[in-house]
């Protein structure tokens, strides 16, 4: 079905109430958020031919730049969160990483450490910058701009730097969950589940595009940091019951096989185990009764997020169809496998498409992150395709 008409009023929707594309309303800007909105233009752009898309996706790649590369207003603290004076800052806004986007400033130094309360302030989380990456990784190969390319790749040294650290001699890195705005410290020292395996996916798509943009950007190598990340992945499981995370793992798998079809490349995880993974969560999802639950008592955009990854998925079937030689009869076996899980995508989708479902809080609560990621689950490939 064709959701092109839901998509672009979505988005206009969202460059509004924003500030994006109304200059009277202070910018909301949320990292996450943000970057399936870059894809999401993207994508309006290809498919409508409208260039307006395509400006402002460049435009609020500016705008997030602008505000989470530097200290918030409700800050004591001013300027580019990497230190940059005004004009380097500009010119390499993401040096220091970006913030999340919270409402509240980090937790000080000397304050407790409150679970509840650290949800709502503000900090870097390491799968949101990567998701940066992605975004910027899209728009460079959409626009041909390197720019894009260098912020992603200078964004991937500044966050590894910041985020990985070796607990002892001999032992592998590993990365802290979130720090504070500036990269000084950890406001919460355990490791994301995925964090190792989006960064070693990123980073490989990273080098995968950065030939095309010439000697100065590909001398900006992440091989140190790839090698860091293989360490990390060695032997873990993926496998989780969380619907956003299992969408993750789709869409890192399907990542992974479309980087394999352009690099010849050595990784520390294997189609099958991820296969493996990607069933148990969809399995755990089926058997959750999530699907029966009344709209209030449900988190949107943690569906969307497997809503999407299921599109991933069926990608990766074409691509095993097309091209059997790449994948073992067990591996097709697997894909084969997963394919009767491809109706929750339009279950999940149709549900949330129905107005009535738009005005519970836990929707209205989460309105921008909730419409932004169900255009994307509505036509992802302007977030699930690498290569052009």
């Known amino acids: 079905m064709d959701h092109v008409n839901d998509i672009r009023s979505i988005m206009l929707d969202f460059t509004a109430s924003t500030g994006l594309s109304d200059s009277t309303r202070e910018p909301r800007r949320y990292l996450w958020t943000d970057a399936f909105a870059v894809c999401n233009f993207l994508e309006l752009s290809r498919q409508t031919g409208d260039e307006t898309f ?31 004076d005004e004009r380097a800052g500009y010119e390499h806004p993401t040096v220091g990483g970006l913030r999340i986007g919270k409402k509240l400033v980090e937790r000080k130094s000397d304050e407790p450490f409150d679970e509840g309360l650290e949800w709502d302030r503000d900090g870097q ?41 070796r607990p002892a001699a001999g032992k592998s ?21 995925h964090d190792p395996l989006d960064a070693l996916i990123t980073y490989l798509e990273l080098k995968a595009n950065s030939a095309r943009f010439g000697s100065s950007i590909s ?58 993974d990607c069933e148990s969560g969809l399995e755990a999802f089926q058997h959750s009764g999530i699907l029966n639950y009344p709209a209030q008592h449900r988190l949107a955009f943690r569906e969307f ?14 691509l095993a169809r097309h091209n059997t030689n790449r994948f073992s009869i067990a591996e097709r076996r ?9 109706y929750l995508s339009e279950v999940i989708e149709g549900f949330w498409l129905l107005p009535a479902n738009w005005q519970v809080r836990t929707w209205r609560e989460h309105a921008d992150i909730n419409s932004v990621m169900l255009a994307t689950s509505l036509a992802p490939d302007g977030y699930l395709s690498i290569f052009p």
């Open 173 to 193: 890195r590993r990365m802290y969950w979130k720090m504070s705005v500036d990269l000084s410290r950890a406001l919460v020292g355990s490791m994301g589940h």
């Open 305 to 318: 997020g497997l809503s999407t990854g299921l599109h991933a998925l069926a990608s990766l079937n074409d």
């Open 334 to 342: 697997q894909l084969a496998r997963l394919g009767k899980f491809s």
């Open 219 to 276: 001398d900006i190598n992440l091989e140190s940091e790839i090698a860091d990340c293989q360490a990390m992945c060695e032997a873990k499981s993926w496998a989780t019951d969380d619907p956003l995370g299992t969408g993750s793992l789709l869409v890192d798998t399907w990542r992974l096989e479309q980087i394999k079809t352009r690099m010849d490349i050595s990784v520390s995880v294997d189609l099958t185990s991820l296969l493996a």
């Open 125 to 165: 989380y390491f799968h949101y910058l990567t998701k940066w990456m992605q975004a910027l990784a899209r728009i460079a190969v959409c626009t041909g701009d390197g720019h894009y390319q260098c912020w992603a790749l200078e964004l991937a040294r500044a966050s590894h730097a910041g985020f990985t650290y």
């Open 54 to 84: 395509l400006l402002a996706a460049r435009n609020l790649v500016d705008q997030v730049h602008f505000v989470l590369g530097r200290y918030s207003n409700d800050d004591s603290r001013k300027g580019w969160i990497s230190g940059l």
